[in-house]
């Protein structure tokens, strides 16, 4: 028994690491998740010894590495059932097309492969191979059963990779899976199995070849709280305009440009929506007429004819069985009386209110949430811990 403070047990993870090359990621993860006072037990597979040494991740995390499925030395010889007995989370990062086609089929051909089949705690992976492996039909097969039977999916994001191709496939960056991983163990599956919809950052409306309208949306706002309903559990769908931040954990995460790209990515994917969140600042008008080319300088005045864009949020709310909709009103003046007004226009549950000279470009933000209920102020804080505030404060509208 202890004295004085309280004691607080630290979490334990068992980070699986599995062949490839971005095993080398998986060595900042270790450090960063251990930094963060978690626990943390490696167990890699033959392959992934290739790429990075054990001894590597010993020395980062202080405990020893296993490998090997007919290990003597463990307790019993029973390290694929002791070692999944005392984690409270096991994340496989990275993992790799044949480690996931062996999971969605329960083979047990290695020690880590075993270790997640004899688990009782909860289970990520964080994909990551080349873009065509990702992209073909078997692997995708293979992360639809996975996703069936509870396992959550971080990733993967898209860039350059070992290969030289550009595409879908790296593995999320040790930084984001670190946050996931104590996001996980710190807050409740309050969205659990709920399919969510995020519209985040601003939207470009092309002039001519290389000019555009856009306005001074970071994303910031949007991505916390995509980041914020992962770790509600919920299954995240973010639909994200031209902005300069690294992507949250999101399952499926849809790049566009203009309003019209963005409304067509969101009527994609509403049916399947339990709840839509519009964050995005779209652009309220586009040109009508864009310039193929580049329009000349010249020492006359310019003009261009401005149309309206198509209202995202309002015909999501107008749908014949609508999800639970969520809409943001950014204000200059007047902001409840306007916010309010913008609320019953739409037929919106809840809408989220900030002025937005205060809230533009901020890490920080105050809120005011405006429902059937009347007002309900968020004070000034991290756009992170709003993003919580609001997750939770949506979940407990729609179980209502």
């Given at each position: 028994?202890?004295?004085?403070?309280?004691?607080?047990?630290?979490?334990?993870l068992?980070?699986?690491?599995?062949?490839?090359?971005?095993?080398?990621?998986?060595?900042?993860?270790?450090?960063l998740?251990?930094?963060?006072?978690?626990?943390?037990?490696?167990?890699?597979?033959?392959?992934?010894?290739?790429?990075?040494?054990?001894?590597?991740?010993?020395?980062?995390?202080?405990?020893?590495?296993?490998?090997?499925?007919?290990?003597?030395?463990?307790a019993?010889?029973?390290?694929?059932?002791?070692?999944?007995?005392?984690?409270?989370?096991i994340?496989?990062?990275p993992?790799?097309?044949?480690?996931?086609?062996?999971?969605?089929?329960?083979?047990a051909?290695?020690?880590?492969?075993?270790?997640?089949?004899?688990?009782?705690?909860?289970?990520?992976i964080?994909p990551?191979?080349?873009?065509?492996?990702?992209?073909?039909?078997?692997?995708q097969?293979?992360?639809?059963m996975?996703?069936?039977?509870g396992?959550?999916?971080?990733?993967?994001?898209?860039?350059?990779?070992?290969?030289?191709e550009?595409?879908?496939?790296?593995?999320?960056?040790?930084?984001?899976?670190?946050e996931?991983?104590?996001?996980?163990f710190?807050?409740s599956?309050?969205?659990?199995?709920?399919?969510?919809?995020?519209?985040?950052?601003?939207?470009?409306?092309?002039?001519?070849?290389?000019?555009?309208?856009?306005?001074?949306?970071?994303?910031?706002m949007?991505?916390?709280i995509?980041?914020?309903?992962?770790?509600a559990?919920?299954?995240?769908?973010?639909?994200?305009?031209?902005?300069?931040?690294?992507?949250?954990?999101?399952?499926?995460?849809?790049?566009?440009?203009?309003?019209?790209?963005?409304?067509h990515?969101?009527?994609?994917?509403?049916?399947?929506?339990?709840?839509?969140?519009?964050?995005?600042?779209?652009?309220?008008?586009?040109?009508?007429?864009?310039?193929?080319?580049?329009?000349?300088?010249?020492?006359?005045?310019?003009?261009?004819?401005?149309?309206?864009?198509?209202?995202?949020?309002?015909?999501?709310?107008?749908?014949?069985?609508?999800?639970?909709c969520?809409?943001?009103?950014?204000?200059?003046?007047?902001?409840?009386?306007?916010?309010?007004?913008?609320?019953?226009?739409?037929?919106?549950?809840?809408?989220?209110?900030n002025?937005?000279q205060?809230?533009?470009?901020?890490d920080?933000s105050e809120?005011?949430?405006?429902?059937?209920?009347?007002?309900?102020?968020l004070?000034?804080?991290?756009?992170?811990?709003?993003?919580?505030?609001?997750?939770?404060?949506?979940?407990?509208?729609?179980?209502?």
């Amino acid at each position: 028994m202890t004295t004085g403070a309280s004691h607080v047990l630290k979490k334990r993870l068992l980070l699986g690491i599995t062949g490839g090359i971005a095993a080398y990621k998986a060595a900042e993860l270790a450090r960063l998740l251990t930094q963060g006072g978690i626990d943390v037990q490696v167990v890699m597979t033959q392959s992934a010894c290739r790429f990075v040494g054990p001894v590597t991740f010993q020395s980062l995390t202080g405990n020893p590495v296993y490998s090997d499925l007919w290990e003597t030395n463990a307790a019993q010889n029973m390290a694929h059932i002791n070692l999944s007995r005392t984690v409270d989370m096991i994340l496989v990062a990275p993992a790799s097309a044949d480690f996931i086609a062996g999971l969605a089929h329960g083979l047990a051909d290695s020690l880590l492969a075993t270790l997640c089949l004899a688990r009782d705690c909860s289970l990520m992976i964080a994909p990551a191979m080349n873009r065509q492996m990702w992209e073909n039909p078997a692997t995708q097969r293979n992360l639809t059963m996975l996703r069936l039977d509870g396992i959550k999916i971080i990733g993967p994001a898209s860039g350059e990779q070992a290969c030289g191709e550009i595409g879908i496939g790296r593995m999320v960056e040790a930084s984001v899976l670190a946050e996931t991983v104590q996001a996980a163990f710190q807050t409740s599956s309050s969205l659990e199995s709920k399919n969510v919809l995020v519209t985040a950052g601003p939207t470009f409306e092309a002039i001519d070849a290389v000019r555009g309208i856009t306005n001074k949306s970071s994303g910031k706002m949007g991505y916390a709280i995509a980041q914020a309903a992962v770790e509600a559990n919920a299954k995240v769908t973010l639909v994200s305009g031209p902005t300069c931040l690294a992507p949250p954990a999101v399952d499926k995460l849809i790049h566009v440009v203009s309003a019209d790209d963005m409304l067509h990515a969101v009527q994609a994917e509403i049916s399947e929506t339990d709840i839509f969140i519009s964050v995005a600042a779209v652009a309220d008008y586009r040109v009508a007429k864009i310039s193929s080319r580049k329009i000349k300088k010249s020492d006359k005045k310019f003009s261009v004819e401005l149309i309206p864009n198509p209202d995202i949020l309002l015909a999501v709310a107008s749908l014949p069985r609508p999800p639970f909709c969520v809409g943001f009103a950014a204000e200059t003046e007047d902001l409840e009386k306007n916010a309010e007004m913008k609320r019953r226009k739409k037929n919106l549950p809840l809408l989220v209110a900030n002025l937005a000279q205060d809230a533009i470009g901020s890490d920080e933000s105050e809120l005011i949430l405006l429902d059937d209920t009347g007002k309900h102020v968020l004070p000034k804080a991290s756009k992170t811990e709003q993003a919580r505030l609001l997750i939770k404060h949506i979940s407990l509208l729609y179980k209502r």
